[in-house]
């Protein structure tokens, strides 16, 4: 859950996401919004702020919690970027440690065939 910045009528109001992807988040929101309402805001991620634009597409609310759903549009390619590689980053950041878990497992297995082979005839 990232911290996003939204600026509407001058202010500034923080948020936190709930889902992001290069196509749109879905974001807590504590403020009043309208489906088809357009915002200005700002991710920040890893110290980085991703400036983005978006249209809200549905608005949920759960309780207590209202959740809104926005797909992003007319961002420049830095801030594109910059979400694509922040993006990568928690892609990989997931599955490094599934990759380094299976190659201790693997690398055990194979120790235990050569001891098993060499020393146990």
Not at 82 to 106: A, E, F, M, N, V
Request: positive net charge; aromatic residues 14%.
């Amino acid at each position: 859950m990232n911290p996003v910045i939204c600026f509407r009528y001058g202010r500034q109001i923080t948020m936190r996401t709930q889902n992001v992807s290069l196509g749109g988040l879905k974001l807590e929101a504590n403020l009043d919004l309208r489906v088809g309402e357009s915002l200005d805001f700002d991710i920040l991620t890893n110290g980085t702020r991703v400036h983005c634009k978006g249209r809200i597409l549905a608005i949920e609310s759960f309780k207590d919690k209202v959740q809104v759903r926005l797909c992003f549009s007319h961002n420049s390619d830095m801030d594109f970027r910059k979400l694509s590689d922040y993006l990568h980053t928690l892609y990989w950041s997931r599955y490094q440690k599934w990759i380094i878990g299976g190659i201790l497992i693997l690398s055990t297995y194979i120790a235990y065939l050569f001891i098993r082979t060499y020393f146990f005839k």
